[in-house]
């Protein structure tokens, strides 16, 4: 109980252009706030809430993420490079990213079912055993991004590229492939397509 009282609570706060690693973003929930243009690389994030949170033009690379908490938070334009959000608390986690570049990042074993990813950069992004039952990859660069006993059914690709996803080791029942791309989906048969015809 004490530990619930003495928790900070931030509510419609604005935060811009801070340098997170001189002064270290306060334990607490961040409720409604707006981070913008914010340096939190490296930084150590654990444990705190963000619910309905915007974070814009951030730097997010190698952050720390024990059991942070993410409820329908969104990240626009952000570096996020080698985050691990399978350390995240798990309850009602759900964000998107839109023109972010998540190289090097993990959702291993996540529950994010409808996620959207919208023009993004995914290399090497780990989602080994993820749930991302309906969710979108709109316009994103998949290279070398690890989809391995993934439940991508009804999950939308149809825009993105440079994926290589084993119908064998994933679910993907009614998801939703370009015709273009759709080597993507035979690579391991090391077989040629002749797109000319």
Known sequence: MADKMSCIFFSDESFRKIDFRKTPLMKGEYEDCMFTDCELSETDLSEIKFTDCIFEDCNLSLAKLVKTGFRNVSFRNCKMWGLNFGNCDEFAMSF??????LNHSSFYRTKLKKIVFENSKLHE???TECDLTGAVFNGCDLTKAVFDDTNLEKA??????NYSIDPERNKIKKAKFSLSQIVGLLDKYDIEIDKAN
């Open 96 to 101: 998107e990213f839109e023109n972010c570049s």
């Open 125 to 127: 992004t780990d989602f």
């Open 156 to 161: 939308d690709f149809a825009t993105s590229y």
